[in-house]
């Protein structure tokens, strides 16, 4: 039912405000008033030590107690209700626009401390109370209010109501929209530390692999054989070129969050793409079957991005299946949409991540996390599939999961 962005303590706070300035008006009332007898002196005396106790209660006991400050919230307002009654009934001898100043603060605690809800709460109490002194006025002097007073005092209460209720869900839907944002920043630094953290771990594990490479070679050449030069050669030179998919990684990465993912269309054919992008996944290939079904297709798109796509897909299919596991990959194409299906034996995703796998350095939660996985893959996939107006859908369950791309491409056998 609240709905209101200030805290229990602000509200607390905001209402003492309240509560001594009613203090402060209160006790030249009390002085300046004639009372009718003793009884209506004393039950005004006691309401202003109540509301001076209530005032001191209220303002301490969170620092002492150890209730939850919700509550405060409800209890604080039981108590001022208590405490307005009081002085309604105080004072109800005298002329009844006394009793407004008791009524608008009801009305602006309920909205404090509920939002619109608490100004609709206030407004049904604040009428309360006011016919019921309007009454008892009545009852003490022998003069009533006429129905206009009524219509006078509901059009009012009404109107500052409104007020409060659209002032209220103003400052509630800022402090929405704060909040969202404050979100937002926090998530866009907690993926900057990601990124910064996970690039770091990649750069250093690939420089140092090239770094020892090539200073082997250069230190003990002439100790070396020639394919043992060449062996180290090879583990430089494919550390190298993971370095430089690393890099056009992070560099689409970027572009995707900038909304400016750059396309060049060429006609090429599509079992070539396929081979580039095969080659540069096989690192991640643990005696895997890889199934291969690629007619010789020319299609017109752009066959880097596609590249990413195939490499990205098999090699997230290749870290995810068991050693040995089977691998399928084919392409076909159905009057101007070509499909690519990736597919794996693997365990399939959980259902807790399914809703999130594409999102930018997200892993599967029950896989051992693997030194050599970012967690941008499936990102740039869906980022790269998007810009090229395609469509991207997986198909999971226990015994694999299935990754279909749909292009609009212009296709000829």
């Given amino acids: 039912m609240r709905n209101t962005p200030l805290s229990p303590s602000g509200v607390e706070q905001l209402v003492g405000y309240l509560r001594v300035f009613g203090l402060l008006a209160g006790v030249p009332l009390v002085l300046l008033t004639e009372f009718p007898d003793t009884a209506w002196f004393v039950l005004a005396v006691a309401t202003l030590a109540a509301l001076s106790a209530l005032t001191l209660v209220l303002w301490l006991a969170p620092r002492w107690s150890s209730w939850r400050p919700g509550v405060f919230v409800h209890v604080g307002f039981g108590a001022d209700v208590v405490v307005i009654i009081g002085l309604v009934l105080a004072f109800a001898h005298v002329q009844p626009n006394v009793s407004w100043a008791a009524v ?37 002097t022998g003069q009533p209010v006429d129905p206009a007073g009524y219509l006078f005092a509901a059009s009012t209460l009404v109107g500052v109501a409104g007020a409060l209720a659209g002032f209220s869900h103003a400052v509630d839907r800022q402090h929405r929209t704060t909040d969202e944002h404050a979100r937002t920043l926090a998530d866009a630094e907690r993926v900057r530390d990601r990124l910064l953290a996970a690039s770091a771990h990649e750069l250093q594990g690939s420089l140092t692999a090239v770094h020892l490479g090539a200073d082997t070679v250069r230190m003990h050449a002439d100790q070396m054989t020639p394919q043992q030069i060449r062996t180290t050669l090879d583990v430089v030179v494919r550390q190298s070129a993971y370095l430089r998919r690393l890099v056009s990684d992070l560099l689409s990465v970027a572009r995707a969050h900038s909304e400016d993912v750059s396309l060049t269309s060429t006609t090429a054919d599509v079992a070539d793409t396929i081979d580039g992008a095969l080659a540069a996944a096989n690192r991640h290939r643990d005696q895997h079957l890889l199934e291969l079904s690629v007619p010789r297709m020319v299609a017109d798109l752009d066959h880097e991005r596609l590249q990413q796509v195939v490499r990205n897909l098999v090699e997230n299919a290749f870290k995810y299946t068991p050693p040995g596991g089977r691998v399928s990959l084919s392409a076909q194409h159905h009057g101007d949409v070509f499909e690519l299906r990736v597919a794996d034996s693997g365990p399939g995703i959980p259902s807790a991540d399914r809703e999130r796998i594409f999102e930018p350095f997200r892993r599967r939660a029950d896989s051992s996390e693997r030194a050599d996985s970012v967690g941008l893959g499936l990102y740039l996939v869906k980022q790269i599939v998007d810009a090229m107006d395609g469509t991207l859908d997986l198909y999971t369950s226990s015994t694999g999961s299935e990754f279909v791309v749909r292009l609009p491409a212009v296709v000829e056998s």
């Avoid at 100004?119 to 009454?135: E, I, K, N, R, T």
């Fill in 104 to 140: 608008f603060t009801l009305l602006a605690d309920a909205a404090l401390r509920y939002g619109v809800w608490g100004a609709v709460v206030g407004l049904l109490l604040g009428g309360a109370l006011f016919a019921a002194q309007v009454q008892l006025h009545a009852a003490a």
